[in-house]
């Protein structure tokens, strides 16, 4: 099977990028290595990736019509589109660019997929499409005409727009809500990968509202094994949520990394963020159903092994 998956050297899809790689896939993987983040982090996630004959990388942004044109060819059996302007705070700042980039770039790749006659098409969305419901946990079938960032609205837009080119085309698309997902790679900006480093750094850390917010925190095994579910399975149109279905307190989750790291955190009470949804929480009762998605991995478990990862990466530094 030949997987074009954009965003590529990102946390998840470098994590993608090799399961797919161990299955024995094809893969062309695209990457703009924007300044987000430092470049340099995503280098190093696609290290292995690089070092395997069947995987091409291509330096590109996706608003880029020809080359993504250039990089896709008939022989796709599926488009993974994991690339995306991140976070919720940094889009209230940017609000045109993450429209740009989520909505646009989305567009260019469909019209891709179109020309091209790829079948299938797996497009990231996210949990923050539900804004402050107050149904809990979150279903599919929520309403989700709330968004309370640009970010959220860039993915329900994105949402939306698969939907009219399945309809139009007949591509089988299949759009994946993730709950805050993390694991080693996790990008720095994250919660859990910046209050484990200035733990560490014995810093105190930023906690925006008295830390009573609730987070569906989902392990990153646990969503490479729902993709690549959902791209096995991608038929029609669909929408599911992928998360642990085990929400935690901001401050619970402080006491969690204080377990995994074996040390306290100093903590710095902050006022609440704009756009920070107070709580999610999946309902994964259809991805079960449909894609036999089965979350495994409890939050000690997996911020354990997020430790473990931490530790390694600063010995390596040193």
């Known amino acids: 099977m030949k997987v074009f998956v954009t965003g590529a050297a990102g946390f998840i899809g470098s994590h993608l990028c090799e399961r797919l790689l161990n299955d024995g896939c ?3 993987g695209i990457d703009s290595f924007d300044e987000f983040y430092d470049p340099r982090i995503k280098r190093r996630n696609i290290d292995r990736c690089l070092k395997d004959k069947h995987f091409q990388l291509v330096e590109a942004d996706i608003r880029d019509r020809d080359a993504m044109d250039q990089a896709m060819d008939a022989d796709v059996d599926v488009i993974v589109h994991l690339a995306a302007r991140a976070g919720v705070r940094p889009s209230i700042a940017e609000p045109v660019l993450y429209a740009d980039v989520n909505i646009n770039g989305t567009m260019v790749l469909l019209e891709a997929a179109k020309k091209y006659e790829i079948d299938k098409f797996i497009f990231a969305s996210s949990s923050s499409v539900y804004g402050n419901n107050e149904k809990v946990p979150f279903s599919e079938e929520d309403n989700v005409d709330f968004p309370i ?8 837009a994105g949402e939306l727009i698969c939907h009219t080119y399945q309809h139009l085309y007949g591509i089988s698309i299949t759009c994946l809500r993730f709950f805050t997902v993390y694991g080693p790679r996790q990008r720095p900006d994250l919660a859990i990968h910046k209050f484990a480093r200035l733990i560490e750094a014995g810093q105190p850390i930023p906690v925006f509202g008295d830390g009573s917010m609730m987070r569906d925190f989902t ?29 935690i307190s901001v401050n619970d989750l402080i006491g969690e990394i204080e377990i995994a790291l074996g040390k306290k955190a100093v903590k710095d009470y902050l006022p609440p963020q704009p756009g920070d949804v107070e709580r999610t929480y999946a309902d994964v009762t259809k991805a079960m ?8 991995t ?13 530790r390694q990466e600063e010995t390596n530094s040193n």
């Open 26 to 28: 094809e893969i062309v």
């Open 149 to 156: 960032s640009p970010y959220a609205a860039t993915k329900k």
């Open 219 to 247: 392990y990153i095994d646990d969503i490479i094994a729902g993709v690549t579910a959902a791209m096995e399975k991608c038929n029609r149109f669909h929408i599911y949520n992928l998360g642990e279905s085990q929400p």
């Open 289 to 296: 159903q449909d894609l036999g998605y089965r979350p495994s």
């Open 298 to 310: 409890p939050i000690q478990t997996g911020l354990s092994k997020f430790a473990a990862w931490l």
